[in-house]
């Protein structure tokens, strides 16, 4: 199981993340973060792999995957 | 005769477009006196962005604004920071989506400029619903004006988009 | 066919628009005749190049994006040796890189404009904030003796007109001009009404007329060479060293350089009635003078008025051209009024040529912003009552 | 991902190679330069650089600015000038590393000389120059980079310049390594850089990156997805680009046509200037 | 002369092509430039160019003098900028035929950038590129193709720096004509020359000359017989260098080495700047 | 294994020379401690960069030859960054060039030290002829405002002296420093004693020690924020955007700017003690001054003396610090004499900050001489006499 | 036969004809022009070919060489 | 004691050797004030090349010469260029090979020196012949300073031509 870690003060929601991911397992908050925009947000926990793939791709450093068994500094 | 405008948000949010339509609105089709100004930085993108304008029926010297009229603030920053640089009895109309934390002291007009232009389809005419409830608010150029300067600011497609927006706003606005 | 003229008119749109400062620049330009256009952006100066680019080839000009502004001036000057009225237009930066061939083009008599649209220096700075940083850089900014023509605007109609004018006094004078704005006015809108040909007077450079004993650099009247372009059959020689009458060089000789570059600055300063421009409030009965140019001129005709309403004898001596320096006006003001104030949008330039033409009349009082937001006008009365009720 | 690196995770690449105080960056939303800010400290983990010991230089313009993101020395230059700065810094200290980031603008447009002469030096320095096609900071003027017929705000009727191949170029005048690629996928940036600054001499790493505010939004390719898509696209390799050169039919040949080769263009070796000097002064020193 | 062109003599030069209150010219005795003012006249001559209708441009250095000595338009201008001044006078009047003439240091050095942006452009400008492997006007400081080792005033202990090849940076760059030739013989420069004018785009002719005043005096090649002689010795025709490197023995390779490519580099056909705009003015002009 | 500083007086060679001012100039830099040089050759100042090329890899140091003036300037401050002393010579093309980056090493707070050997212009001019016409463009070329610190020496020796003067003020103000020669002093030959090491003081930049809390931009004491070098450890953001303590940008604050332009600018006027020198002669009971500085200095002291002869009571201010401008020193002198002459080998330079501190007290007259030839004993003195009988 | 015309004002005597002058017809005179240099000499005008190599090669437009048969303007 | 020097001829002959040399046997060796100055256009290879020296036992003020004391003349534009220019009882020497016209009314030294550097086997050893020269006839510096003077000046190779031609001029001039 992983969980992702967003800085919503980073975040400029350019949705990268939501489109890149290869499972498809984060969508776009209907919520406005309070930079104004519409942060991601990982809807189907079940489906990420932990590939990491959001957080290399983030141009922001705003996403971390952690794994449950891992805790990172 | 003089109001003096402010509209601030975000980068992105088109508040110096907003700013350029209504001096165009005054200056080229109600025959005013009409000042535009702005202020970003190279940090700005999606960082503070702020035009101001200033319309009068007399030449205008000095061209900045201290204490507004009319405050339109589309983001918390904006409306943190201007909130209370503005007149006695000025308007103060506001994204209420996006500001979040208010000076309750101070009376808003709150217009869902985002949340209305994510409706209508397209994020960009927040800006547009902005105007449209500014100029239903204080009457400071007509709406044929305003309509005018609106479409001949944007290309030919997106005409009818913004014409729905500046309604929309004015809606919001009486509404 | 339409004539060049309505191609313009086409080009520029409707008669009455609101715009930039920079895009008034771009107008004034076309109006003036401008076919070339060589530049780098740099903000807050791109939009002129903006319009330029636009505009240029709707009506068979040419604009060209250079590689740096060096090779924009270079180009520039290239270009007017072909007969073309041309114009670049930069900020800080970009004018510090085109030193070396603004010289080149004062030596050699090349009619060019130079838009400069300040931002807040020194270095990369405040690229988007406006300042009068770079005004004593206008004069002294290349290496070597020379003099140079500068006007500043305060209004977005302005920017328009003195661009009109800096062509004209560049063609008829063969030298340089520079129009200096800064990042405010620069981005500012305000309607702006485009003039009909009628309204303003449009010059061009003295012409070679005989080939025969063309001599290239041999003074007309006014000191200055009739010009023969490029390709015309007169053969010149264009040459940024000492060179004589024929263009060809001497670089060794005391007194070509010394006539030859004599010549160059006598041909400015001879002509300050062509050049010199002013606005002047309040002159009659001035006792405290504010002293000043550029945007921060608006706010202190507000300044002068409310001081007015105050009881203070204010009086405004506006600057519109800058160098060659109107000392004989700034003089003539010093005899009458009890003190000077001299707002700046920098830590005090201008000051300094008022200085030494007040010779010690009366206090100058420098009243210096930079950071990029302009004087307001509390400040500026607050400083006008504190010379007011100063001891003399 | 596959390389099999021990990636940092984005927080701990936070803690320790960046200044937080900078953050959020000023890049616009959809746009790929944090992305080669991100390649970078990823390659830099991997090469186990000291960032006591690296000095990173930029001129001006967006990617300029990446410097400042990091936690280290930085020089943040004037535009187009940063190679020149570079060269500075690693003359009088050859014993530091450092990694210039430029702009297409800064380092081949109003920097092209510096860029010539520093390869030909072979300084042993790190470029990586972000290519985007157009003028970024100042609004999406045209840059030497962009298109055959693209629209920026000095092109309004398309431009009409031939783009310059800066890695063709660097290749030409002999750069050790020469490398491109989009930033739409990390791992080959990521070894790329990493190849780039472990080699002695002169490295450019060419990076095809998004800008949808200006080059996006004049070319039809505003919106992030259809932007990033159209790099993916309209890049090649080069094995690739050269196999169907060679053998492809005439309709794959004709495919290529207005894409990009993307690899490794160059890897060789060069005697850098700093070791030449050193030798020099082994020889004249008094 | 074996090339059946009609050749002006020295005198009728004189009187049709130079100013000839400028002479004697500033030329060192033994300097190679005044031959490339000969060729290029000759050249000129073959083209049948009017000259009223050419203008000469050039930057600061000996060979940049050259202008001054012809009788036709001429722009000397400041060190390094004569392409950027020459792309004015072209873009501006596309009706006038435009020759540059350069040295290594003012085409190569601090050009470098103009002539890379021109090169891209394309713009129909012929360039002469005095190469003497110095700066000469300052009196013998090292230029970007001085070569490996050599010395002058300061490289005093020996260049370290690798030199520049001008014509493969050209060709790189795509210029539609690019050749080298030594002054030490007539023939092909002149044909070279030509061919260059004619040539509807850049065109680059780079000519070798030597300088026997700075760097024949700082590398033993003071004497003037010396010094053409080694500009014989050391130049080899590029089909000749080909088939050495493909067919040649090991010695034969061996000798090859320190020597310079001479010929024709390149010869095709691209867009010039000037005819694009052309196009661009006749389809968007009111 | 031999010192730095025995490899430097090996490297310099017998103690006695007779050699030009350039090359006296890259003796001071030398012994002043400078082990890296970046430049490209110009007459009259190429001397310089070759004597640097010969020594500094002879003592371990760097040399490298850039691809233009701009590039020069840039590598100097990369250079400086690591800690090094740096140095560039150039002459006014070259110098006009180095413009914007000599605004950036201001901005920056980059000790280096830049040599003009400055040349008749504008423009190319007279490229062998000496002149002292960059003056003003040293204290104004860059944008955006600054100020500046200049030494002007006399003779060969000086050269060398002052050289050393401006490293010191450059290391510990943290500021570039010039020194402004002309091509013929650049090319002069005299008798060079090169001094011992007790001779003469060698200041360094003040230097950062602790890393816990390090603001690599906040004042020390003087204003001037301690160093820490690229690579050791204190992770240092230089930009040359407005920056705060930190060094990180803050581009849109106009009190960030503010406080750090006028910082930079008073780290500077604050410590004329430190910068400020002059010579005077005849002082006392001084009636017609000469204010002079460079070379013309030299003719002027005989003159002063030749007029002493004829009773004319003649002194002489020779200026060696030209900017920051010794406003009071003139002040001073203006308040007691009955006229100034000021020659200039130029159109008139320094002659304007003389008016402006002279504030009308007293007749400042120009004896201007462009051309490359010095001005005479003879034609000085006749222009003192004319002073003298002129009725006041 | 040919005959060699020197401008002595425009001659450098850096003898560049002497040398390469492939039949040798010329040699360098020991007096002094008004320049000070020592100019060259048609000494063996039998062996000129009228090649013109030396009026090809002189850098300074100083050699014209002329046929008898021909007059150049 | 002030002397002041101009040797003048064309570029190439090493006139401002000369006068380096000349100043240097002064300032270094016999312990005088000297200074040295030139001057030559980017016109001047091949043209008009000029140096002068000043020697004095005492600072110098204005580095330059109005009226010399020693010409040197070895073309005949420095001749007539500078002959003029001399105090009265000034010594004027002149190369006759490459002075062609002569006022008369002024006495010279002819010194032979570029024929007698020919001789010497070196044409560019003219200079220090005609410092030889120079020296032998005015005193201004020790023979001795001035040997030392040129044989640092010299890659060692060339110091015997040099000394030689040292000796020649001598001998030339008082021959
Ligand atoms: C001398 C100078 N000229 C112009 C500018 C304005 N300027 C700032 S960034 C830039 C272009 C940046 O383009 P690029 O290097 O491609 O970077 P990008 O912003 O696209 O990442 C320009 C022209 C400047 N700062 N200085
Ligand atoms: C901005 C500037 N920098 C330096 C110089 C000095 N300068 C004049 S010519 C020259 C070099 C010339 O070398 P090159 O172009 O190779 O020509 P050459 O004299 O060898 O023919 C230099 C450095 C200058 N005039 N302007
Ligand atoms: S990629 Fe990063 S910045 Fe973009 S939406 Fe996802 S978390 Fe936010
Ligand atoms: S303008 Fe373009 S390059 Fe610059 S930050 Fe925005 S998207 Fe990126
Ligand atoms: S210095 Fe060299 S290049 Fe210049 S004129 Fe003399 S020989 Fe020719
Ligand atoms: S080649 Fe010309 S300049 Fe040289 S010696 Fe012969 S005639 Fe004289």
Known sequence: MHTIQIDERWCKGCALCVIYCPTRALEVAARFSPRGVHPPELVRVERCNGCRLCELLCPDFAITVTEESRVHA | ?175 | MSTHRELIRRALGPRVQFVQGDDACAYGAVLAGCTFFAGYPITPATEVAERMAEILPRIGGCYIQMEDEIASMGALIGASWTGAKVMTSTSGPGFSLMQENLGYAIMTETPCVVVNVQRSGPSTGQPTMGAYGDMMQARWGTHGDHEIIMLCPASVQESLELTIVAFNLSERLRTPVLVFIDGELGHMRERLVIPEDHEFELWERPRATDRAGYRPFAPGPDLVPPFAPFGSGFRTFVTGLTHNEEGLPRASSATIHDQLVRRLAAKITNHLDLITRYEEFYADDCEIAIVTYGITARTCRDVVEEARRRGIKAGLLRLISIWPFPEHVVARWAERVRAMLVPEMNLGQIVHPIREAVAGRCPVVLHSRIGGELHTPAELLEALEALQWQPA | MATGLRIKTAAELRTSYLRQEMFPTIFCDGCGIGNVLNYTLWAIDEVGLDLDRTVFVSGIGCSSRLPGYINADGLHTTHGRALAFASGVKAANPDLTVIVFTGDGDGAGIGGNHLLHTIRRNMDITVILVNNFIYGMTGGQSAPTTPDGGFTTTTPYGNIEHPMDVCELAKALGAPYVARWPVVSPVQPVKSIAEGIRKRGFALIEMLTPCPTAYGRYNGLKALEQIWRWYREQTVLIDEWEWIEQFGSPEERERLRGKMKIGIFQDTERETFEDRWAALVARVKL
Do not use: W
């Open chain 2, 1 to 175: 005769m003089k109001h003096e405008i402010r509209i601030c948000g975000f980068g992105g949010q088109g508040v110096i477009t907003a700013a350029v339509i209504l001096g165009k609105a005054a200056a080229v089709h109600d025959g005013l006196t009409a000042l535009q100004v702005q202020s970003y930085g190279p940090e700005a993108r999606g960082g503070a962005a702020r035009a101001e304008v200033i319309i009068a029926d007399h030449p205008i010297g000095y061209p900045g604004i201290t204490l507004a009229d009319v405050l339109v603030a589309m983001s918390q920053e904006a409306y943190s920071r201007y909130h209370r640089a503005v007149k006695p009895g000025a308007t103060l109309i506001i994204d209420p989506d996006l500001v979040f934390q208010r000076d309750e002291a101070r009376p808003v007009v709150p217009v869902r400029a985002t949340k209305i232009a994510e409706e209508l389809g397209n994020t960009v005419v927040a800006n547009i619903v902005m105007l449209g409830a500014l100029t239903a608010l204080t009457g400071v150029v007509s709406p044929e004006a305003l309509l005018a300067a609106t479409l001949e600011s944007v290309p030919a497609r997106f005409r009818e988009l913004n014409r729905r927006a500046l309604e929309a706003g004015m809606q919001a606005a009486s509404g």
